[in-house]
C-alpha cells in the first residue's frame, strides 16, 4: 500500500514537471512570435471617422493629400473649393480620383434643386429629425427631400510605414448638417471599398435623422472599427440638436475612448464683428461647441478648439485681421485647413496619426 503511494506521489510530480515544461514552451514561442512580428512591424489599423458639415470635408480632404503626398507637398487649391468646377460633381470626381484608388466616394449632388424642394425641406425640419428606423444593422428611411439629393460619404484607405511599424491608416468623413436630416447614404458600413461616384442618384440604402442614431447604427460596425471619432456641426443651425449633444457623446464613446468634438471655426461676418468689437481672438466658440465642451468635461471625452491665433501669412486683411474666406463660411486657402488640422493633431491621444501627419509618405 505504502508502495502504490509512492509510485502515485512520484507520477504526480512527473505529469506536473511535464505540463510546466509545455506551457514554458508554448509561453517562449508565443513571446518569439510576438518579438519576430514585431520586428517585422505590426499591421496596426488606425481608423478616423469625421462627421460633419463641408468645412470638415475640406478638412479631411486635406489631411488626406497630406498623408498621400507627404507633409511638403502643396495642396490644390481646387481641392477646397467647389466653385472652381463645373458642377458639384465633377468637384466629387476630382476630389476623389486625385487620391487614386486610395479614396471611395458614396456622392452625388442635384445641381438645381429649385425653390419648391427647398420648400419641402423647411417643411420637413418643422417636422423635426427623427427620421430613423432601424432593423439590427440595417435602416429603411423616410424621403429627406432635398437633402435625400446631397449625400457625401469618403472612405480613404492608406498604408504607410511609421515607428517601425506598418500602419493601415483609414479616414472616413460622413455629412452632416446639424438640424438638418442630412446623413444617408447607398454604401453600408461593412463594403467601404465596394462603389464608385454615382452618376445619377440612387436611394439610400441607410438614413439617420439623430447623431446619436448614426454613432449607434452606423459608426458602431464601421469595418475597421473606428479608433477615433471627431464630431462637429460646423456653422449650421443646431438648435434642436442641443438636446442630443450628450447621448451622442455617450454613444461614441462606447465606440471608443478617443472622442472629440471638433469647435467649428467663425463665419466671416463674425470675425469681422468681434474685431469691432476689440476681441482678436480666432476662437469664437458657437453655443453648441461650449456645450460640448463642458460635457466632455464630465464624459472624459475631448474637445479640440480652434487656433487662437493665425500665422501672418494666412492673413490677408490685415486691418481686420482677418483669412481668406470664398464665401461667408469657407476658407479659400487649404494650408489654413492643414494648419487647423496640425492644431488638432497636437491634442492628447493624436500622437500616431500627428506623426502620419508631419512626417508621412506614400509607400
Sequence with gaps: MSFLRILGFTYSILLFLLLHRNF???KSNEQQGQSNSIKKGDNKPLHLVFIGDSLTRYQYLTIAY????GPDSVV????????LHASWNDFFRYSTNIFRTHMFCDCFRTENLGKKVHRSVNELNKNGVGLSKTVGNKSIHKEYGVLNRIRENRYFHHSTKFGGNLINLNLTYLQFYGDKPSSHGRVLPWKTELFTIDSVMKR???AYGQLSDLLKYHVSVLNPRPTHIILSTGAHYHKRMMSNVKLSLEVALTIT??????????????????????????????D??????DSCKMLQCYFASFPDTLPKHLIV??????????DETHFSSPELYVYWSS???RSEHFELIGGIFSQGREL
Excluded at 497630406?66 to 503626398?69: D, G, H, L, R, T
Design 288 to 293: 453648441i461647441d461650449i456645450l460640448a465642451r
Design 317 to 326: 486683411d490685415m486691418v481686420y485681421m482677418i483669412p481668406e474666406y470664398f
Design 343 to 345: 492644431h488638432i493633431f
Design 24 to 26: 514554458e514552451l508554448k
Design 204 to 206: 439610400s440604402k441607410w
Design 66 to 69: 497630406i498623408i498621400s503626398f
Design 76 to 83: 490644390p487649391r481646387k481641392l477646397v473649393n467647389e466653385k
Design 257 to 286: 475612448p478617443y472622442v472629440y468634438w471638433k469647435q467649428a471655426p467663425p463665419l466671416k461676418n463674425h470675425l469681422l464683428q468681434a474685431r469691432k468689437g476689440g476681441d482678436a481672438n480666432f476662437s469664437l466658440p458657437w
